[in-house]
């Protein structure tokens, strides 16, 4: 079984462009959690899509957008990029409903944005 | 907002020891996991813990919910190399809340 690909692995970016970063879940997963990591504040949620609907989201400003097609993909977009904003970005995806009180998050290996 | 505290926030031992890091919280979590980070690769679940007193083996990993289900602790026994890496807890509060992370502990097993 496939686990969760993210894509892409690195990227550097300038200050004020904007990036998206893209998530294949697990077959059969409609969940799908973005997280924010960096050395100072750790794991960060940043927003959850189930079957291409936001259902949660994290304290992030509104430079930090995402969205779920119907294959259960999902990408995350970041506009005005500023430097704080360099970080890994993990997905995970979930069982339907599972993650939230017991499941398991599947991870990705994580895109790390550098922005300079 | 409920938050997790983890500590300590960093722990290097020599192959062989035994340790045991905690994850502390005021707010009370329907379940508590634990999960290990390698350099370059996401977490990867450990444990799952729901019942407060709980205690779950995992070989050489001892992991317990507090009574309370406020808190918990990770113990490892004869701790090797393989073993080294970030490890951090997530607390799930209600239904419909999204796991919370702690900062994390970061272990480093010496040869």
């Known amino acids: 079984k496939a686990g969760v690909t993210q894509t892409p692995r690195y990227l550097i970016k300038t200050r004020g462009q904007q990036v998206t970063l893209s998530c294949s879940p697990i077959s059969g997963h409609r969940s799908v959690s973005w997280y924010q990591q960096t050395p100072g504040q750790g794991l960060q949620f940043l927003f959850e899509y189930f079957s291409e609907t936001q259902r949660n989201k994290g304290n992030f400003p509104g430079r930090f957008s995402g969205r779920q097609f119907s294959n259960s993909r999902s990408e995350m977009n970041v506009s005005t990029l500023e430097l704080g904003d360099s970080a890994l970005y993990l997905c995970a995806s979930a069982f339907p409903d599972s993650h939230l009180n017991t499941g398991e998050l599947f991870f990705g290996e994580g895109s790390r944005l550098t922005v300079l | 907002t409920q938050l997790l505290e983890q500590s300590p926030q960093f722990l290097s031992i020599q192959e062989g020891e035994n340790l045991t890091v905690y994850c502390n919280s005021s707010s009370v979590f329907s379940s508590l996991q634990w999960y290990r980070q390698e350099p370059g690769e996401g977490p990867v679940l450990l444990v799952t813990?729901?019942?407060?007193?709980e205690v779950k083996k995992l070989k050489r990993l001892t992991f317990q919910f507090g009574d309370a289900r406020k808190d918990s602790s990770l113990h490892i026994t004869a701790a090797q190399p393989g073993d080294t890496g970030l490890y951090l807890c997530a607390g799930a509060g209600n239904y419909g809340q999204n796991f919370v992370f702690g900062p994390g502990t970061r272990l480093s097993v010496l040869p």
């Open positions: 813990v729901v019942t407060g007193g």
